[in-house]
């Protein structure tokens, strides 16, 4: 959906990272250390708030079935029409990233905020954050 975020990843730094990990996990396998793992977060969790958008097809749809397909939340029906319950959906995006139409996009208004926010966000290089 913004493939300019995250261009290039994974490095070669990440992928080294990800050996470390695996190797981490290994040792700690052999030597069954299975205490507790921290990760850092806001508490108490918040209650998820529920879409008041989905994302929507257009025209170019050809009632294929692959965003229902992907959809991890069965938020998506293909009856006459391809159809989201706003109930489900938490704006994923798997189903815009595997429609082969491209017909599969985010309503104006949040497309266009989403825009700005990848922009924003296009030369922003995060680190990994390993926890075991
Ligand atoms: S994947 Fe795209 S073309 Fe296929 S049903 Fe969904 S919106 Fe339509
Ligand atoms: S954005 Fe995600 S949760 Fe929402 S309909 Fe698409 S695949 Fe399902």
């Known amino acids: 959906m913004a493939p300019e975020i995250a261009k290039g990843r994974p490095e ?19 030597k069954a250390e299975f205490s507790s793992v921290n990760v850092p977060g806001n508490f108490p969790y918040k209650e ?17 079935g692959e965003c229902a397909r992907v959809c991890p939340v069965e938020a998506i029906s293909i009856k006459g029409s391809v159809e989201t319950d706003p109930g489900k959906c938490f704006l994923c995006a ?8 491209d017909a599969r996009i985010l309503p104006p208004p ?23």
């Open 110 to 132: 949040l497309s266009e905020g989403m825009k700005k926010m990848a922009e924003m966000l296009k030369n922003t290089r995060n680190g990994n954050e390993i926890f075991i």
């Open 48 to 64: 998820i708030k529920k879409s008041i958008v989905t994302p929507i097809s257009t025209d170019m749809c050809n009632k294929c």
């Open 12 to 30: 070669e730094t990440d992928l080294a990272e990800v050996r470390n990990y695996a190797r981490d996990i290994l040792k700690k396998l052999d």
């Open 94 to 101: 798997s189903c815009i990233k595997v429609c082969p139409m």
